[in-house]
């Protein structure tokens, strides 16, 4: 039994070791899509995967990082590339588990349980259908708490931990693994990732991040597949409400405690922008107001909505989350589904503190993505909050 | 001993090994420079580093490929990239035997001996370097005869060997490898290869086409580092003559038998352009008739001259080798160094019979390059040559 060995109890029944069901999985599919914040891929396909492997008589397990045994060995799996090319491309859960094996003979390591790169989209789905088919744990928790678009971008790297070395495998299995030099900065690591995922048809698997269990506790943002499912409920509770919008910015501040949401603009897409450049979904979508007062939103991406602005003026920048939503159905609109005509309701939520200090802004902040904006707080962005 | 492993007579010494003299190494790098065509990189940093090697006592053995045992482990060694860059990022034996060892780390294989991929400018001399540093022998032959662009342009692919799995490792030691899936096309490996070069600034070491002795017998175009030593002697005692590129062309026709050699044109250089493009280097260069009868030729190059013609009629095409040289030294002139002014002679050689089925043209004639034309032989594009 795996978990006798990489949980601290050593007894195969970590304290908050939990069972995925099928339910959980729809839940976490939902939340991630909110969480990813236009980013992260579509989990629709991949969910159903993992529900499939349930009914078959499949099961998944999930670790909190504070359980693991500090010489487990953890690592990140997660789908790499532009999520625009997946209505043509299907997650290939063969070529997720021929990465992992991939790793362990090219780099003599074996690998004790899985975390996701991102809560966002299919990449909160991905280690557990790569769980569900070789039998490892997952860890409850991941390295962005939403999705953003680069390899370095995670609490991982910001802890110490290289994206280093990394197997990528794509769906005709093909392999290409990378070892940074001493010294190379992590960015190097995204770029020939991001090129041999342009070769490899803008869709691969990277597995990457290895760490120890001990290395896991600094670096992981714990318990987020437990929220992803938690907003995924709230998702749910609140379509059934009058003011469904209003009700789920009630539920997320509930839930999310220091992760403040705020419904920032009501509009109607009028006007988008999209091109698959280099690896990466990029462009824009322009949002009228529904009231009719004239206002002009505009929401700019990179995978992810990363810049929101009413007007001219900026209400919510990376790393806070810039979440679309429909306005009836609440269903998270990801930047390769938005469409014009769309009527949308634009919520920003604060991202995980760790990523509010200057060395992390370095990474996701407006600059990291070429933007010249300063990165302001999203609660301090709001009309009236007197900080501006 | 590691020779008494590797050839056939085990004895330690094989029938037509011998040990690289610092002159051998100078006439290498000069025949070289001729056969590669304008590409193939700039040998003489590399060469001098050889000599150094030599000098502090190291050696370097060659081997015949007839005589390998056929169990023997040989592998490719290439520097990868634009030579363009090769004046701002100097050759690094640290990264060409780091590269090596990755590849026997990673892939559970003992290199025996190194073979060129390419017995064309540098890449005639990098195994030669490399086996200085390490003690490997080096085999007398190589992929092509001469040089080309791209990693799947060889007679090793041409006869089944495979350029993956290989490692690409540059000069601040980081590594990629690469493993293709079955059934992927061959251009599949340089394309990631030359992705991730690119990423690596242009210039990095390739270790690739992993093959038996047995292999070898079959893939390798033989004695190619013995031709490359005679070509350079050739050059070397026609500088002395009164009409140099004529002596040049005599002695050619005498050393490489099949292989005519035939003075195409003497021109100045007049016009030139040339672009580093997708980890190539890219152009054309113009000449006008040095003889003052307004003939007008052209050489196109994507890394090597690939395409001659006069006075809009192609003259010489890829795969048959198209040099320039200066008139006066004879020195062969690579496309990175070419330049407005010069006076240059333009040689056509022809290539190896190997290349020159419908088999091998679909991997290296000129409609691989994009080119419209259809390959004819050198011989018969000659003015008269009655099959025009």
């Known amino acids: 039994m795996i978990l006798s060995t990489i949980t601290k109890t050593g007894d195969g029944v970590a304290a908050n070791a939990w069972s995925l069901s099928a339910q959980d999985v729809a839940e976490i599919a939902l939340g991630a899509t909110l969480l990813g914040a236009g980013g992260g891929g579509d989990p629709y396909l991949s969910q159903l995967a993992v529900r499939h492997c349930l009914q078959s008589g499949q099961s998944v397990e999930v670790i909190a990082p504070e359980d693991l045994a500090d010489d487990a060995c953890i690592a990140c799996l997660a789908g790499f590339g532009a999520p625009t090319v997946e209505a043509e491309k299907m997650q290939s859960s063969a070529a997720m588990v021929y990465a992992l094996r991939a790793y362990e003979s090219r780099f003599g390591r074996r690998i004790d349980a ?4 991102e809560m966002g989209g299919g990449n909160a789905i991905v280690p557990l259908l790569a769980a569900a088919e070789t039998g490892l744990p997952v860890i409850d928790g991941d390295g962005m708490g939403r999705a953003f678009p680069e390899l370095q971008m995670t ?117 988008l922008w999209r091109s698959t450049e280099k690896g990466f979904a990029k462009g824009w979508c322009q949002l009228e107001d529904l009231k009719g007062s004239g206002a002009t939103a505009r929401a700019q991406f990179q995978n992810e909505y990363l810049l929101f602005s009413i007007d001219g003026v900026s209400r919510a920048m990376t790393p806070d989350l810039i979440c679309l939503l429909d306005r009836e159905t609440l269903q998270p609109i990801p930047t390769p589904d938005v469409r014009y005509g769309q009527r949308l309701a634009v919520l ?35 009309p009236g909050s007197g900080s501006r």
């Not at 991982?156 to 005709?172: E, I, K, Q, R």
Request: net charge neutral.
């Open 114 to 117: 899985l975390i996701a790169a």
């Open 155 to 271: 609490s991982y790297h910001l802890n110490g931990v290289s994206a280093t070395p990394f197997v990528l495998a794509d769906d005709h299995l093909n392999v290409v693994t990378c070892e940074l030099g001493a010294g190379a900065p992590e960015k190097m690591a995204e770029a020939f990732a991001r090129s041999a995922t342009i070769e490899m048809g803008m869709q691969a698997y990277i597995v990457c991040y290895l760490m120890t269990g001990a290395q896991a506790k600094r670096a992981v943002l714990a318990h987020t597949l437990t929220l992803s499912r938690v907003v995924g409920r709230a998702i749910a509770a609140a379509r059934s409400d009058g003011d469904p919008v209003r009700r789920l910015v009630h539920l997320l501040n509930n839930a999310m405690q220091s992760q403040a949401a705020i419904h920032l603009f009501d509009g109607k897409v009028t006007d």
């Open 348 to 382: 920003g939520i604060a991202c995980h503190a760790q990523f509010r200090n200057a060395a992390a802004l370095q990474v996701v902040g407006p600059q990291a993505f070429g933007f010249d904006e300063v990165y302001q707080p999203l609660q301090q962005l709001a």
